[in-house]
């Protein structure tokens, strides 16, 4: 017996020694954690959308020590960790609203073609709310990933590590905390340890989750897909009939993930992972057939689809979920726009440039000469200058570094066009349909290369040694991955079909955080931001470009309203074609710039007016001295006023060419709390009795309003926090109120 003693105690220290991190000593991490205190129970009273909240972002226990809880007085999510872990409270504390009527898994991985819960608890009978009482009556299943221990960060580390090199309205990356769940599989998933990672954000209603899987076997084990979030939400309306598609998805979560795209420039649309499903389960709602839309599940649609090599670690989308308390489409665009702001920060740069469309390197000069002269801060090589990124030859090198070079003397950055899609390479190297096994025309712009394939490789490898052999500093990406699948075998960058689209996903997005990370500026048609990119189109047809300019300046005032509800003004770019685009002759274009110096002048204001960047496309900036006056005129006013122009937009009267229209720039935590642009189309002065909302702009009693550049004159606020001023806006022009 004494013999035996030491062998055993051997064999559990080395036991206790290969347990993942955290395993034997998870109730000492718990003991360790704060209790939260009652408050969190309550309202916050503090409007985060106007006023800075002070309460940080922790991770806490729960009184009894059975939860780790999530709080940050904006949002409150919390875990019940025995007999295995589940979400059973989440609280937007903004309106009090709760988001769970019912427990699920935490996660679900699909491998092997065998789906694998992740977590989980089970035996709520009733699913149109959940009592915390029930919850000690739920069990754990055994053929599920169960939860061994946690890991509570005090920091987040950034996803892309930006470093703010240009003017920027927010400099800084996110702060807050970043809890871990560790998880073993069951039997025949002993072999993989699965972590679920929850981002609560310092100020605002938001988590961000994503899974990791590392592959511990000496197998190769496939995933097919991998559900990064479950969550059996109340519904949004009541209806005896009606299938999902018909009816209302809950409005108080929106959710955005790290993988989307489709090129319609707007986040919903180009959304792959947010699915909305029936809850059979829940047998008390009202719809007979049991299809509310009320079980939320993230997961790429068309699926993952690798093979993880033994010691090979996958990490899954990132799921950024925002509550809203409001069905103001304002107000949760303001949220949605808060949330780039601060989670993807990079998106608020916005460098002044121009498009050139030459690539002489004479006129470059003298046109970046003519940037130093106005105050523009960068030049891009546009579409048709006979930029050629992808030729890496020591001369096309050496001749674009050359202009770089004189460019960064001027203090200009520079950049150019590279298009990746709408073209065809060649039959081994474009997207193969599955259907026909050919490279027929089943992609999204016709025929297009694959990523993947030996060409696509060569693509990312070439624009990479250009941008750091040139020191280019913006790029310009046309056609991004736009979700193409191929059922190509032989491409070197995916194994077959069933991986196509991710693998092609992820080459696409490490190129753009390697830029970013670089301190390259992207600009890209496709929603990548989460993963980098600064700017994308404001959204636009591009025939229109080749209409009246008298047309292209209404057009242009309606897509900068229409394309500024969920993006911020630095994340949209315009365009105005200084020279004929695709057609539209003399009248569409303001070349000679000094015989229109009145189109030009609106079209800069319009756009600066509301913090967009637009595409000035031609070969030069200004002509005359007069038309050079001018632009520094316009673009002195916009550096006055930039902070407060590069702030959210309240729309207050869209474009339609019949009366005045305008927007209003809020930003509480300047000095101008608010600038707003107002203009004309009429071809007669007028005079108008206008309302300005000012909640946004923090101000609470009287707010002082100067016209132009005149003396201010004070208001009080309605209890609406409104004020009514009568304006006076010159024919087909314009004016601006700055509000302190």
């Avoid at 702060?175 to 560790?182: D, M, P, S």
């Avoid at 649609?301 to 093979?307: C, M, N, Q, R, S």
Wanted: charged residues 25%; hydrophobic residues 35%.
């Amino acid at each position: 017996m004494n013999n035996r003693l030491p062998r055993i105690m051997k064999k559990l220290l080395l036991a206790l020694l290969i347990l993942p991190v955290g395993f034997c000593n998870a109730q000492t991490q718990i003991s360790q954690l704060s209790t939260l205190n009652q408050d969190s129970h309550s309202l916050n009273n503090i409007d985060w959308l106007v006023n800075k909240p002070i309460q940080k972002a922790g991770v806490y226990k729960s009184e009894d020590g059975k939860e780790i809880i999530l709080y940050n007085g904006l949002v409150k999510r919390t875990f019940r960790i025995q007999p295995n872990v589940a979400c059973v409270d989440f609280v937007n504390l903004s309106n009090g609203e709760q988001m769970l009527r019912a427990v699920e898994p935490e996660a679900r991985l699909i491998i092997n073609g065998k789906q694998v819960n992740i977590g989980g608890l089970y035996g709520q009978k009733e699913k149109a709310y959940l009592l915390k009482e029930w919850v000690n009556d739920l069990k754990a299943h055994e053929q599920d990933f169960q939860y061994k221990s946690f890991i509570v960060s005090s920091s987040i580390q950034p996803y892309v590590k930006w470093h703010a090199r240009l003017w920027a309205s927010n400099k800084q990356l996110p702060t807050g905390k970043t809890l871990t769940f560790i998880y073993s599989g069951p039997d025949q998933s002993k072999d993989l340890v699965v972590k679920v990672n929850y981002e609560i954000y310092d100020g605002i209603p938001i988590i961000c989750k994503w899974l990791t899987v590392e592959n511990r076997s000496k197998e190769n084990i496939r995933i097919d897909n991998a559900v990064n979030e479950i969550l059996a939400t109340p519904e949004e309306e009541s209806a005896v009939v009606g299938k999902v598609d018909q009816m209302k998805i809950p409005h108080s979560i929106y959710i955005e993930s790290n993988y989307a795209f489709n090129n319609a420039m707007k986040a919903d649309l180009s959304d792959q992972t947010t699915h909305w499903k029936a809850d059979s389960t829940y047998t008390s709602q009202v719809n007979y057939e049991y299809q509310t839309p009320c079980l939320l599940e993230v997961y790429p649609g068309f699926g993952i689809g690798i093979k993880l090599q033994p010691g090979e670690i996958f990490n899954s989308i990132r799921t950024n979920e925002l509550l809203l308390d409001s069905y103001d489409r304002e107000r949760n665009g303001l949220a949605q726009r808060k949330m780039y702001r601060t989670i993807a920060p990079w998106t608020t740069e916005n460098p002044i440039f121009m498009h050139l469309v030459n690539s002489d390197p004479e006129k470059v000069k003298n046109c970046i000469d003519q940037c130093v002269a106005t105050g523009y801060e960068g030049l891009i090589l546009s579409f048709g200058s006979g930029l050629n990124m992808e030729d890496t030859s020591t001369t096309n090198v050496a001749k674009f570094k050359s202009l770089a070079d004189y460019a960064h003397n001027k203090g200009v950055l520079i950049g150019g066009y590279s298009l990746f899609s709408s073209r065809r390479i060649s039959d081994e190297d474009d997207v193969i349909d599955p259907k026909t096994g050919r490279p027929d025309l089943n992609a999204m712009f016709g025929h297009a290369p694959c990523l993947g394939s030996k060409w696509g490789l060569a693509y990312l490898a070439h624009i990479k040694y250009f941008i750091a052999n040139t020191g280019f500093d913006i790029f310009e990406n046309d056609g991004p991955y736009p979700g193409d699948v191929c059922a190509s075998t032989i491409h070197p960058g995916h194994e077959g079909l069933k991986d196509s689209q991710w693998r092609q996903m992820e080459l696409q997005k490490g190129l753009y955080r390697w830029l970013n990370e670089r301190g390259v500026y992207v600009n890209a048609p496709d929603w990548y931001f989460l993963d980098g990119t600064n700017k994308i189109a404001l959204g636009y047809r591009e025939v229109n470009f080749s209409l009246p300019r008298e047309e292209q300046i209404i057009l242009n005032r309606q897509n900068i309203f229409d394309g500024t509800w969920e993006k911020t003004p630095s994340m949209g770019w315009g365009f105005v074609p200084l020279t004929e685009y695709q057609g539209g002759g003399a009248a569409a274009t303001l070349e000679p710039l000094s015989t229109h110096l009145d189109a030009y002048e609106k079209l800069m204001m319009q756009y600066y007016g509301s913090g967009v960047q637009a595409c000035y496309r031609g070969p030069r900036l200004y002509d005359t001295e007069k038309t050079k006056r001018l632009v520094v005129n316009t673009i002195a006013w916009y550096k006055k006023y930039r902070d407060i122009l590069n702030s959210d937009i309240i729309h207050m009267r869209r474009a339609d060419g019949r009366d005045w229209d305008g927007i209003l720039h809020v930003n509480p935590q300047l000095k101008e709390k608010g600038l707003a642009m107002l203009y004309n189309p009429l071809k007669q002065k007028i005079e108008r009795t206008i309302e300005l909302p000012l909640y946004y702009t923090g101000i609470k009693s009287v707010a002082k309003v100067s016209v132009k550049n005149g003396q201010p004159k004070a208001y009080a606020l309605d209890q609406n926090s409104k004020i009514k001023l009568t304006v006076k806006i010159p024919a087909e022009g314009y004016t601006w109120l700055v509000i302190e």
